[in-house]
């Protein structure tokens, strides 16, 4: 027999694993894939943001359609504001290598009151998400600081 506790406990438990389901769904919503993210960024539609560290630039290069603003630099947010305009609505898609730091700043942003961002969790190199910008044969240009 299945007491008023337990049945709270189950309901409570269901609802919040329906809520998570729901977040999940609405978060893989808001991923690009990497010709896509080019696509856009190429039209205009998007800016797109290469994350990574200027190390990882010179290494790899950066995808053709970005802008390289690193997160791991002081300055960033402002930076970011600017290249987007001053305007937190307009539409932005991180990349980074593998998508990890990408899918963590989308939500950071988000918080910071960016209403439109994607994540190209693909990366430059590859993830469980896609083969990556440079597997993809997607251009790509040097970088010069």
Partial sequence: MITLKTHNTLVAGFTFLIM???????????????????????????LLVD????????????????TPISMHEAGFLKKLLAAAG????????????????????QGELKRRGYTNVYDVAEGMMGSPAGPGWLKAGLPTKPYSP
């Fill in 86 to 105: 001053n305007d937190k609505s307009k539409p932005v898609a991180l990349i980074c290598a593998v998508g990890g730091r990408s899918s963590w700043l």
């Fill in 20 to 46: 998570m389901l729901a977040a999940g769904m609405a978060h893989s919503a808001e991923k690009l894939s990497v010709s896509a993210a080019h696509q856009k960024a190429s039209n205009g539609e998007v």
């Fill in 51 to 66: 994350v990574r560290t200027p190390g990882e630039w010179r290494e790899t290069k950066i995808g053709a359609s970005a």
